[in-house]
């Protein structure tokens, strides 16, 4: 196993457009985050999967935001009629308890909408 | 309003001294606060995590302090080295909350040889 995979590493779109981008947890591990970072800033987090169930939103994740975890496995997560305020990098975590552990990070998605 | 604080200037030390990089909140009652490390492009690293009830935790040579009184946690990094260089950031989670990590902005630590 070599860690959280997200897919793809890059992605350029044109304003309007829909994008998806995946996350492969590390085996086993039953939570799943996605979080948004913009340059100078922390990852704000979006939301949360535990096994297959979202637990929780972000108040700040747009209608036009969907995350998804079939089968508590990968992940997805759409952005619908994207925009230039989207631009940022994408990144998912993993972590393999319900009580605190340090969260495994993949490499990120970096979007850009133009 | 609830409050992560990281130090927004970098900080710029020599090879072989101790960096020590600073993390505050307000309105938040953590039950544990974590430091991550990120190198530009890349996800945060983890490196350490501390607990309410623990005042101190060390790995090689990194150490972490927690102040629940003061509301911050001093990171330390002693015998820094230029591979050191990176963001440092700091995250926590509220008693009786999701486990959702929480993250300040980071703090940028250049070590010059």
New interface residues.
């Given amino acids: 196993d070599t860690g959280?995979s997200q897919d793809p590493r890059h992605k350029i779109t044109k304003r309007g457009q829909n994008v998806t981008f995946r996350c492969d947890p590390i085996s086993e591990h039953n939570?799943l985050?996605w979080?948004r970072q913009t340059l100078?800033?922390?990852?704000?987090?979006l939301t949360?999967f535990q096994n297959e169930a979202q637990?929780?939103k972000s108040r700040l994740l747009s209608d036009r935001f969907s995350a998804e975890r079939p089968k508590g496995s990968f992940s997805t997560l759409e952005i619908q009629r994207t925009e230039q305020g989207d631009s940022a990098m994408y990144?998912c975590?993993s972590?393999p308890s319900?009580?605190?552990?340090?969260?495994?990070?993949?490499?990120?998605t970096?979007l850009t909408v133009v | 309003s609830q409050k992560?604080e990281?130090n927004?200037e970098a900080l710029n030390i020599q090879e072989g001294k101790t960096a020590t990089l600073t993390c505050n909140y307000t309105n938040y009652s953590p039950?544990?606060l974590?430091w991550?490390r990120q190198d530009p492009?890349?996800?945060?690293?983890?490196l350490l995590?501390i607990?309410e009830n623990e005042k101190e935790k060390r790995k090689e040579r990194l150490k972490v302090t927690f102040d629940t009184t003061l509301k911050q946690s001093l990171f330390h990094i002693t015998a820094s080295q230029p591979a050191d260089s990176a963001t440092y950031?700091c995250?926590l989670?509220e008693t009786g909350g999701?486990?959702?990590?929480?993250?300040?902005?980071?703090t940028s630590l250049i070590v010059h040889p």
């Fill in positions: 959280v939570r985050y979080y100078g800033q922390g990852p704000e987090f949360y637990l929780e990144l975590a972590s319900t009580v605190a552990t340090e969260a495994f990070f993949g490499q990120g970096r | 992560i990281q927004s039950a544990y974590q991550y492009g890349r996800g945060p690293v983890f995590l607990r950031l995250a989670d999701s486990y959702i990590p929480t993250f300040g902005r980071g």
